[in-house]
C-alpha cells in the first residue's frame, strides 16, 4: 500500500511569491491533516479533513493561507504571499477516521529568501 | 489543555548502550499516547502507541514504552542502540474520547545521536 505522497520535496522562493504543496493521501483514508513544522520543533496542525469538509482550521493563519480537498481526496496548500517566516516544513498526514491513526508523508520543505 | 513536555533535546550514546527519551505530559483527562521517528529527510513514522490494556508498549525494533499514569509519563527505551537509530523521535499526546481526539499535541522532540 503506498503512503502519503507530498511534492514537491523542496521549495525555494522569494519572499511576496505564491507557492502551493500537494498532498495525496492513503487510498481510503478520509481525514487528512496539514502540519507545520519549524525546525527544532514538532509539528503544528494547520487544518484537518473529514472527507472535503475543513472541520477544523483554527491555527491557519487565513490572510494568507488557503487551502482545499476538492472530492475528498487529494489536497493542497497554498501561501499567497509568501513571508521569510514561512520557511518551514509543511507535513501532510492521513487517517482512516479522525480517530485512528495518523500516518505522515515525508513533507515539503519550503525556504523563503 | 494537554501539552507535552520532551526534557532532552538531544541525547548523545555510544552503539549498542541503553538509552532512554524522556516525555512527560498534562491532562486532567485520559489520553493516547505515541512515539514517532522521524529520520533525516523523511516524514514522522509511527513507532508505538498506548491506547488501552497493558501499559507496556513496544514496537518491532526494539524500542518500549511505559504509560504511568502517575508520574503522567510515556518514557521511550530502547536496551541497545544501532548507528541506524539515529533520528528525532516525538512524542504525542491525543485526548481519549473527547471531541479533540483528532488533534495530536506533539513535544519538540529529541535527537538520538548513536556514536559508534
Known amino acids: 500500500e503506498a503512503g502519503v505522497v507530498q511534492s514537491p520535496r523542496y521549495k525555494i522562493i522569494e519572499k511576496k511569491q505564491p507557492v502551493a504543496f500537494w498532498c495525496n493521501p492513503i487510498s481510503g483514508h478520509n481525514t487528512l491533516y496539514w502540519y507545520l513544522q519549524n525546525l527544532g520543533q514538532g509539528p503544528e496542525l494547520l487544518i484537518r479533513?473529514?472527507?472535503?469538509?475543513?472541520?477544523?482550521d483554527s491555527q491557519l493563519p487565513k490572510d494568507r493561507f488557503s487551502a482545499e480537498r476538492l472530492k475528498g481526496v487529494d489536497s493542497t496548500l497554498k501561501i499567497q504571499p509568501a513571508e521569510l517566516g514561512d520557511s518551514a516544513v509543511y507535513l501532510c498526514?492521513?487517517?482512516?477516521?479522525?480517530?485512528?491513526?495518523?500516518?505522515f508523508g515525508p513533507g515539503t520543505r519550503l525556504l523563503v529568501l | 489543555a494537554q501539552s507535552v513536555t520532551q526534557l532532552d533535546s538531544q541525547v548523545p550514546v555510544f552503539e549498542e548502550a541503553p538509552v532512554e527519551l524522556r516525555c512527560n505530559y498534562s491532562s486532567s483527562v485520559s489520553v493516547y499516547l505515541f512515539w514517532y521517528v522521524q529520520y533525516p529527510n523523511q516524514g514522522l513514522q509511527l513507532l508505538l502507541k498506548y491506547l488501552s490494556g497493558s501499559t507496556l508498549v513496544e514496537s518491532i525494533n526494539g524500542f518500549e514504552a511505559e504509560f504511568n499514569k502517575s508520574q503522567t509519563s510515556f518514557h521511550l527505551r530502547k536496551p541497545s542502540v544501532h548507528i541506524s537509530d539515529t533520528a528525532e523521535y516525538f512524542c504525542a499526546v491525543t485526548v481519549r474520547g473527547g471531541y479533540n481526539t483528532d488533534k495530536l499535541i506533539f513535544g519538540t522532540g529529541t535527537r538520538l545521536q548513536v556514536f559508534p
Open positions: 498526514a492521513s487517517s482512516r477516521t479522525s480517530r485512528e491513526t495518523q500516518y
Open positions: 479533513y473529514e472527507n472535503e469538509e475543513a472541520v477544523d
